[in-house]
């Protein structure tokens, strides 16, 4: 795999970004920031973006589990990544084990398969 994130799922990957950005609920934005995490899990940079901005959400949301949830998982998304050790399809919230994988979204898989 390549080290660089390729052009499709980069843009895949930033459209879910603006999405959360402009979402009116805060479900609409978890929803759009899970499936920005799954496109990210495979490269150390976007995986750990990903749960950087997980984490200043979980933080206006004043939710204190999802906050601690999302620094942990800030400290350990790079290094997963790079050993190639992440859970496929998880979406990455505070909510679910940290190593489970999950089924990925059909459109998402799609996206990922030619990486």
Known sequence: MSRRMPAAVRTA????????????TSEQRW????????????????????????????WRDRD?????????????????????????GNTGRATVPLMAPMPLPTDLAEILADR
Do not use: C, D, N
Request: charged residues 25%; positive net charge.
């Open 64 to 88: 204190r589990r999802e906050t601690i949830g999302q620094f942990v998982r800030l400290l350990v998304a790079a290094p997963g990544s790079a050993l190639g050790r992440y859970p496929e």
């Open 13 to 24: 990957f930033e459209a879910e970004l603006r999405k959360a950005r402009r979402s009116a």
């Open 31 to 58: 929803a759009a920031l899970e499936r920005a995490h799954i496109l990210s899990q495979p490269w150390p940079w976007p995986h750990t973006q990903a749960h950087g901005v997980m984490l200043r959400a979980a």
